[in-house]
C-alpha cells in the first residue's frame, strides 16, 4: 500500500495551492458525515491560516450536487464530487476544485476538455485505495501540508477513523499512515497498538463496552450482566483503584487486555464457520488513537468516539457545531502548543461541548426507541434480512440498521429502507453487515451499486457499509435482486 504521494498527485497539489492562493471568492461544498465535517474544517483552517476571509461553507447531501450553483470564482467539493456531475452549471470563467476518494466518473485528463479551470485530485487515479488509504478529510489535510500546516493533521486521523478506513485490518493504512506519522510528530495524536478493538474505550465501562460487541453475536451481546461476569471470571478488576469508577477498556493493563482479547477470539472462533477463524482476531484486535490534548476518559479523547459526536451533530442538522468545535480545538492546540491557556477559547469550547452533549443525548434516545422497533420488525430471506424503517429520518436509518444487526443474524448482512424526505418519496436504503463478510471478498459497496443503478438508482460505499437511492416502487424488486446476487457468498452457506 502506498505511504507517499505519487509525484503526479504531489503536482496537482501545488496546483491546487495556486488556484486558492489566487482566489478570492471562495465556496466550499462539503460531505453530511464526519469525513466531511473534518473535511470542510481542514478547508476553512486553511483559508483563514492565509488570510482569506471571502469564503462560504455548506455542508450537503449527495443528492442535491446536480444542480448546485458555480457562482463563486472557486467552487471546491470536499468528500464529495468525483461520483456526480458537480461542473453541470460551470461557464467559462469558473474554477472548480474536488478532493475526494470515492469513484470517479471523470478520468485524470477531463481537465483538458473543458474551457474553465478544473482541478480534481482522487487517489483512484493513481492506484491508491479510497476506501483503506486515505479519504477525503486525508486528501484535504495533503493540501494543508502544502501550505505548511501539518498541526491540522489530527483532523485526517479523525476523518480516517470516522470513515472506516481501519475497518478491514484494525488499523490506518497507505496514506492514512504518512499523516498518522505527521500527527504523531505533532504530539497531537497517540497509537496504542493491539489494542482491545472496543467502542467506548474511553467513555464506557468496560463491560458496557463488552455487551455492544456485534460482529457476531456472542453471550455477553447485548447482556451487561453476562459481560460483568465475563471480567469477573477472568480475573479482571471492574473497578479502577484510582478513582473507583468502573474500569474502561483504556484502563486495562497488558496482561488483562491480552487475557480478555485470547477468551473473545475463543469466543468468537466457536460460533463461526472454521474458514473465518483466520480472520477472529481482526474483530477485537487493533491500534487505537488517541488526541493527546484532550482529557481522559472524555469522548474527545478517542477518534472513535470523537468521530461518532461529528456524526449526531450532521445527523440532528447541526453541522455548524462539529465545525465550530473542530475550529475551536485547532486553535486551542496552536496555544498549548506554545504551553499557553487561553481562557476565551477554554469558554467557548465548553459553550459548544454542552450544545454536543445536548445534541447527543437527544440522539442517543432517538436512536434507542428506533433500534427497539427495528429488532422487532426484522424479516428474514435466504441471504439477507431487513426492516421497513419507515418514519425513521433518513440521515440516520444506517446508523439503526448497524446497530440492529446484533438482533438478527450476524451472518447476514441487514437492509433497512425508508422515505428520503418529506418532499421526495423515493427510498433511501442502508446496509450493514460484519466485517467477517467483508473479509471473504465480499464488496457489498459494489453490489449494491449495481443493483441499485439496474432499477433506476444509485447506490455505492463501503464494503461494510453502504447505501442506494431507489424509486419507491422498485423497494421488493431490490430486496429480490439483493437476495439473489448473494446466493452461494455467505457464512450462512457453509
Known amino acids: ?40 474544517a481542514i478547508l476553512t483552517s486553511i483559508l483563514k491560516k492565509i488570510g482569506k476571509t471571502d469564503f ?48 470517479p466518473l471523470r478520468d485524470i485528463d477531463y481537465c483538458k476538455t473543458v474551457d474553465y479551470e478544473y482541478l480534481e485530485i482522487n487517489p483512484i487515479f493513481y492506484g491508491i485505495d479510497g476506501s483503506q488509504e486515505i479519504c477525503g478529510g486525508g486528501l484535504c489535510y495533503l493540501l494543508a501540508k502544502e501550505f505548511g500546516f501539518t498541526d491540522l493533521s489530527w483532523i485526517g486521523i479523525l476523518a480516517a477513523i470516522g470513515d472506516i478506513q481501519n475497518g478491514k485490518t484494525g488499523k490506518l493504512e497507505g496514506l492514512n499512515r504518512t499523516i498518522l506519522k505527521d500527527a504523531k510528530e505533532e504530539g497531537l495524536v497517540n497509537v496504542i497498538e493491539n489494542d482491545l478493538s472496543l467502542y467506548g474505550r474511553q467513555s464506557r465501562p468496560l463491560f458496557v463496552a463488552l455487551s455492544y460487541f456485534s460482529d457476531v ?28 469508577t468502573s474500569i474502561r477498556a483504556c484502563d486495562l493493563n497488558q496482561k488483562d487486555k491480552f487475557k480478555l482479547i485470547k477468551e473473545l477470539i475463543g469466543m468468537i472462533t466457536r460460533v463461526i464457520p472454521s474458514k473465518y477463524a483466520i480472520h477472529a482476531p481482526k474483530l477485537v484486535m487493533g491500534e487505537s488513537y488517541e488526541f493527546e490534548n484532550e482529557e481522559k476518559y472524555t469522548f474527545l479523547r478517542d477518534a472513535s468516539e470523537f468521530s461518532t459526536a461529528m456524526n449526531a451533530c450532521v445527523r440532528n442538522n447541526r453541522a455548524e457545531v462539529a465545525l465550530k468545535l ?24 465548553a459553550l459548544v461541548l454542552d450544545e454536543l452533549d445536548e445534541i447527543s443525548r437527544a440522539h442517543r434516545y432517538y436512536l434507542r426507541v428506533n433500534i427497539e422497533k427495528a429488532g422487532n420488525s426484522i424479516v428474514q430471506k435466504d441471504n439477507i434480512q431487513y426492516f421497513d424503517g419507515e418514519g425513521i429520518r433518513s440521515n440516520v436509518v444506517g446508523t439503526i440498521a448497524g446497530m440492529a444487526l446484533s438482533q438478527g443474524d450476524w451472518r447476514k448482512p441487514i437492509i433497512a429502507f425508508t422515505q428520503v424526505s418529506d418532499e421526495n418519496d423515493d427510498l433511501k436504503i442502508s446496509l450493514r453487515c460484519s466485517k467477517l463478510l467483508a473479509y471473504d471478498g465480499v464488496h457489498f459497496g459494489s453490489i449494491i451499486r449495481e443493483v441499485a ?42
Not at 497539489?13 to 469525513?35: G, Q, V
Not at 475550529?327 to 467557548?348: A, G, H, P, Y
Not at 439473489?484 to 452457506?493: T, V
Request: with cysteine; net charge negative.
Open 1 to 40: 500500500m502506498t505511504k507517499q504521494i505519487p509525484p503526479e498527485m504531489k503536482e496537482r497539489y501545488k496546483e491546487a495551492k495556486e488556484l486558492i492562493e489566487n482566489s478570492e471568492n471562495i465556496k466550499i461544498y462539503s460531505h453530511t458525515d464526519c469525513d466531511g465535517i473534518s473535511s470542510g
Open 56 to 103: 462560504d461553507i455548506e455542508i450537503v447531501n449527495l443528492d442535491v450536487l446536480e444542480d448546485v450553483p458555480i457562482d463563486h470564482e472557486l467552487t471546491i467539493f470536499s468528500d464529495l464530487g468525483s461520483g456526480q456531475p458537480v461542473d453541470k452549471n460551470a461557464s467559462k470563467d469558473s474554477k472548480i476544485l474536488i478532493l475526494d476518494h470515492h469513484p
Open 217 to 244: 453475536k456472542l453471550d455477553i451481546t447485548n447482556d451487561q450482566n453476562r459481560a460483568l461476569d465475563l471480567l469477573k471470571r477472568l480475573g479482571i478488576n471492574t473497578r479502577n483503584p484510582v478513582n473507583d
Open 326 to 349: 473542530l475550529e475551536l480545538t485547532i486553535m486551542r492546540n496552536e496555544i498549548l502548543n506554545e504551553d499557553n491557556v487561553s481562557i476565551d477559547i477554554e469558554s467557548d469550547r
Open 453 to 494: 443503478q439496474s432499477l433506476g438508482g444509485n447506490g455505492g460505499g463501503h464494503d461494510v457499509a453502504c447505501g442506494a437511492y431507489i424509486p419507491k416502487e422498485k423497494r421488493d424488486e431490490f430486496l429480490n435482486l439483493m437476495n439473489e446476487k448473494l446466493e452461494g457468498r455467505l457464512a450462512i452457506d457453509n
